[in-house]
């Protein structure tokens, strides 16, 4: 088995050059290297490799849910691929549902004898017109517009190098309050149809957690050929802080204002202009009005590396 290291050094604001250096003094084991050097950088790495692997490869994204959505959407499908992550992000949704690496002696078990691999689902969205893959969760509306805003925050960048990355959302959410207007939309799925008319979001998962840690979709699976879709409707912008501090735990679920859908395929029409987008964390561009976004599972899509480690 080949292994591939493609490194993301400014992931977690140069959290990933340290998890990177780390392991490099630790590994036993040969391996080629490959930095990403901007955006979009990884799905071309992976895709390459991908296209020219004649045996199995594993691939070992050192970086943030940005990162591995990158590479991932440069191998889905590819029989070769086995992907592992070090997580090196600020928020690492990814690495609380999926098996990671922490340290490099996991590695160098791994590629000597265990090569133990799984197949996972992978969500699949049309958002301002393009089509994109997710590994973790796909969104419209507020989760958007915070992602967008927290991307380019410099109290991201401060928190990070004090070691409270996790904080930035937070401090997002409760910026974006103030700013951000609610939006009637449509669903279309399972022969039935919603509508809700004051949307704050609209989360398309495949696993759980978003936003660094918050139990958006308590039952969500990668492994069952469903998406879920999240809806946070008709409530106030205070209530909504309130609701916000309860998902880390789940309770959400709880509350009127949620509504939770789940299926093989969705239909989600916005019935308002300059509606943001995010996947997997990355800002996506706005939405098209009256446009109608097919959102579904491509099931076993992704071989990734499986327990124990």
């Known amino acids: 088995m080949k292994l591939l290291f493609i490194v993301n050094e400014m992931a977690g604001n140069g959290k990933g050059k340290k998890v990177w250096h780390r392991l490099q003094r630790e590994l036993q084991v040969a391996y080629e290297l490959v930095y990403t050097q901007y955006i979009g950088h990884g799905q071309e790495i992976a895709q390459r490799w991908g296209q020219e692997a004649k045996e199995k490869l594993l691939i070992v ?9 990158e590479v991932v959407s440069g191998v889905i499908h590819n029989p070769y691929v086995v992907i592992g992550v070090v997580p090196a992000g600020s928020g690492n949704d990814f690495a609380r549902t ?6 490099a002696s996991q590695i160098n ?6 090569r133990l691999s799984t197949f996972i689902d992978i969500g699949t969205v049309n958002l301002a017109e393009q089509p994109q893959i997710f590994v973790n969760n796909a ?16 109290l991201k960048g ?4 004090v070691g409270l990355g996790k904080l930035s959302y937070a401090a997002a959410v409760i910026n974006a309050l103030f700013h951000f207007k609610s939006f009637p939309v449509t669903i279309y799925g399972n022969n039935e149809r919603w509508t809700f008319q004051r949307t704050w979001l609209v989360t398309m998962c ?5 936003g660094g840690g918050m139990n958006i979709s308590p039952i969500s699976k990668p492994t069952d050929g469903q998406v879920e879709i999240a809806i946070v409707h008709d409530i106030s912008p205070w209530k909504l802080l309130f609701v916000f501090a309860t998902v880390f735990f789940g309770w959400h679920t709880k509350f009127k204002e949620f ?5 093989a395929h969705f239909d989600i029409v916005v019935h308002a202009k300059h509606i943001d ?5 990355n800002y996506a561009g706005i939405v098209e009005q009256e446009t109608a976004m097919p959102c579904a599972i491509q099931e076993q899509a992704l071989q990734i590396i499986k327990m124990p480690l």
């Open 277 to 281: 987008s995010h996947v997997d964390g």
């Open 61 to 69: 994204v050192v970086g943030g849910d940005g990162t591995i959505h």
């Open 259 to 263: 509504t939770l859908l789940q299926g």
């Open 206 to 210: 495949n696993q759980p957690y978003f």
């Open 98 to 103: 999926f098996p990671t690496f922490q340290q």
């Open 139 to 154: 969104g419209i509306g507020f989760d958007a517009f915070v992602t967008k805003n927290i991307n380019g925050s410099r």
């Open 109 to 114: 078990t791994y590629i000597e004898r265990e």
């Open 158 to 161: 401060y928190l990070n190098k």
